[in-house]
């Protein structure tokens, strides 16, 4: 058998091996699937006039193929925050919407997400945020930040429950 038609047949093989790819394996691909549950942690708050609070949160994480669902609930002393996503990852990419409860704030959501780390903007009329989750086996890092918003800043330390 000449190079050619080896090259050619190896060439078909490995199309006809990502067309039979089951959806398990294309959903396994999803860095969201490895934040699948509850999570817990504390963190710090930055407020508008400079002032930092301790903010205990809690998350949950609903991921299915190719759509998640994210829940994040914060409350420090003085403020609390319950913001909703449905997002979905294709090709390293993440987009979605986003609600935020006790200040009826909705938006849209976009950027990026690798194995290790996700980074979106959330924007809509009232607010715009970057947010960043860095991923590790059993922890993550959320980071927000807000300028000019009432929140300027939230740095969370997750835990899985």
């Given at each position: 058998?000449?190079?050619?038609?080896?090259?050619t047949w190896a060439g078909v093989a490995g199309i006809a091996a990502l067309v039979m790819a089951s959806p398990l394996q294309a959903q396994s691909t999803n860095p969201l699937t490895k934040l699948e549950g509850n999570w817990s942690g504390n963190g710090t708050i930055?407020?508008?006039?400079?002032?930092r609070e301790r903010i205990r949160c809690r998350a949950s994480y609903k991921a299915g193929n190719p759509e998640t669902r994210i829940d994040l609930r914060c409350a420090s002393d003085s403020y609390k925050f319950e913001l909703q996503s449905q997002v979905v990852y294709r090709d390293g990419e993440v987009s979605g919407n986003w609600n935020e409860a006790t200040r009826n704030a909705a938006g849209q959501i976009s950027g990026?997400?690798?194995?290790?780390?996700?980074?979106?903007?959330?924007?809509?009329?009232?607010f715009a945020a970057l947010i960043t989750i860095s991923i590790r086996s059993d922890s993550?890092?959320?980071?927000?930040?807000s300028p000019g918003s009432?929140?300027?800043?939230?740095?969370?330390?997750l835990a899985r429950q």
């Open positions: 058998m000449g190079l050619a038609k080896i090259v930055t407020l508008n006039d400079g002032s990026t997400a690798t194995p290790s780390k996700i980074d979106v903007r959330a924007m809509g009329q009232t993550q890092s959320v980071s927000i930040r009432a929140m300027q800043e939230v740095a969370i330390n």
